[in-house]
């Protein structure tokens, strides 16, 4: 079993950035993929990156590639979403995910966290 806590969302100006944690507690194997997704109201979870535990790769969706950033600490279990150039448009509740598969479909993954919510005001 994995648990994940997720912190450090909350309110910003367009422009500005936050830097989400991911604590990952339980069965944490050095395959698991740790994926970041988000939900704003009245749309359905949309994928947002990925990283491996045990190799770099990283993979990011289109809307957030070059702005947003994920890296994992393994010492401490955690994982990192940092944030740039926030828009109104990445308004959301932030969701850390762990699965087996290294992918963007939210169906491959297993574990979920509570989620967290970041508004960006205009």
């Known amino acids: 079993q994995v648990q994940l806590v997720e912190s450090g969302g909350g309110l910003v100006q367009a422009g500005g950035s936050l830097r989400l944690s991911c604590a990952a507690s339980g069965r944490i194997f050095s395959s698991y993929t740790m994926g970041w997704f988000r939900q704003a109201p009245g749309k359905e979870r949309e994928f947002v990156a990925a990283i491996r535990w045990g190799v770099s790769n990283t993979y990011y969706a289109d809307s957030v590639k070059g702005r947003f950033s994920i890296s994992r600490d393994n010492a401490k279990n955690t994982v990192y979403l940092q944030m740039n150039s926030l828009k109104p448009e990445d308004t959301a509740v932030y969701y850390c995910?762990?699965?087996?598969?290294?992918?963007?479909?939210?169906?491959?993954?297993?574990?979920w966290g509570q989620g967290t919510q970041v508004t960006v005001s205009s």
């Open positions: 995910a762990a699965g087996y598969s290294f992918t963007y479909d939210r169906e491959e993954y297993d574990y």
